[in-house]
């Protein structure tokens, strides 16, 4: 069921240059990617946060065609697909981060997320009209919060 | 079986501030008003400190902060800040470097700034403890980004509101989401803080974009990706998959993805 998309194989191979961290290990990844059909996620299984450092188990060893030594965690199997890291390090100086593989959904995946689309409408909003419960605006900040559309909406339920 | 058609009562709501903006619920269903709701609720804000305490930008003790002096190792870091780098890393991968939590440093170099990232996987993290309540639905936002949750078949789809960029008192769409994320990226309160890491120049083209998505974690990046990536959001927003949203561009025009006139065969 987590059979990566082939169409995303170009994507599972990335790079990201840290420059001046360094470790010896190797990470494995979990994050979520949940579905719309997610009720069976209600007992609070989600792999969110669940990164697990140090796996000693995954491979080890120097490539060709990259400097320094590369360490692979094994894949973690997440119910959202396979998530795989690997590091590259010259000494105790990490020089590049990969995510092997990472989930990327599958068409049924996305079938099942299929989102209605945005519907234009203009009106103004105040707490006594409000026909939305909640409101999604560019990064409110609590400093300008007190004039915002959230907050006439927060105030109205209280 | 016959459901009455009664109103639904109006969900509860609750707000705090946490990270430098409000932090909105709005929850129904059986533990709604409970202790057990109170106590989820008093969860959402203990893990929403927790990940700012360790990627606040802006604190010089953060672990992100840290790690940007050199004086920690990745490894010495709590393990979701390798989670959240690896999650940037994608980012700028899917939208072709125009996403980056990499800025360049003034001394040379880069600097690392991992907020485009950590408020929507924050969140999508915080919200662990309301899913963990049986029968009780919820929409949770963080300034202006939010996920919702429905598990009544028969109770209404939550009611999102995309604020007007250029009129941030109107409403300028709407959008029903049962189960899902919408996030919102834009200069409308914050003015120009998001830039093209390819070029690192402001977009000029875009006003605000907004995203539906199945996880506010990928919302969120999907919607900073899209404006940074200037007059080529909405055709990139377009190939995202399982994403709608809705691109309001700097002279007042709008193009929801997917565009309303696409022909379907």
């Not at chain 1, 007992?43 to 990259?66: F, M, Y």
């Not at chain 1, 209605?116 to 990064?139: C, F, N, R, Y």
């Not at chain 2, 919820?138 to 939010?146: A, K, W, Y």
């Amino acid at each position: 069921m987590s059979t990566p998309d082939p169409l995303a194989e170009n994507r599972h191979r990335r790079r990201l240059v840290v420059t001046g961290m360094s470790t010896l290990t190797a990470l494995v990844l979990l994050f979520g990617y949940h579905t719309s059909t997610d009720s069976t996620a209600s007992a609070g299984t989600v792999a969110v946060g669940a990164a697990v450092a140090g796996t000693s188990s995954g491979s080890t060893g120097s490539t060709g065609s990259t400097t320094g030594t590369t360490a692979t965690g094994d894949a973690a199997d997440t119910r959202w697909g396979p998530v795989q890291v690997k590091i590259t390090h010259s000494g105790s100086t990490i020089t590049a981060v990969d995510v092997v593989e990472y989930p990327t959904g599958n068409p049924r995946d996305q079938e099942i997320n299929a989102q209605a689309i945005p519907e234009l409408v203009s009106e103004t909003l105040s707490a006594q009209s409000a026909d939305v419960d909640m409101v999604s605006g560019a990064t409110v900040t609590s400093r300008g919060y007190l004039q915002s559309l959230q907050s006439a909406l927060d105030q109205a339920g209280l | 079986m016959i459901t009455a058609p009664a109103v639904a009562p109006a969900p509860v709501r609750r707000v705090e501030h946490v990270m430098g903006f409000p932090v909105s619920l709005a929850v129904r269903g059986r533990h709604a008003d409970d202790t057990a709701g109170r106590r989820a609720w008093q969860d959402v804000m203990d893990s929403l400190a927790r990940a700012e305490a360790v990627f606040s930008t802006y604190r010089a003790d953060s672990w992100i902060s840290r790690l940007d002096r050199g004086e920690v190792d990745l490894v010495d870091c709590p393990p979701e800040v390798a989670e959240v780098l690896a999650l940037g890393d994608a980012a700028a991968d899917a939208s072709g470097g125009a996403f980056s939590v990499y800025r360049p440093r003034g001394g040379g170099g880069l600097g690392l700034d991992p907020s485009g990232v950590v408020k929507g996987w924050a969140l999508e993290r915080a919200a662990e403890a309301l899913r963990a309540l049986p029968e009780t639905d919820f929409c949770l936002s963080g300034g202006g980004d939010l996920l919702c949750r429905t598990l009544d078949p028969a109770a209404a789809p939550w009611r999102i509101g995309i604020e007007d960029p250029h009129h941030p008192d109107r409403l300028l769409a709407r959008v029903p989401v049962a189960t899902g994320a919408v996030a919102t990226s834009g200069t409308a309160h914050r003015g120009a803080h998001l830039v093209d890491a390819r070029t690192g120049a402001a977009p000029a083209a875009v006003a605000q974009v907004t995203v539906v998505a199945p996880t506010l974690t990928w919302a969120d990046i999907d919607a900073t990706a899209a404006y940074a990536l200037g007059p080529e959001a909405a055709t990139w927003l377009s190939t995202r998959p399982g994403t709608t949203g809705l691109v309001v561009w700097a002279d007042g025009t709008t193009t929801p993805v997917p565009h309303e006139t696409r022909s379907r065969r």
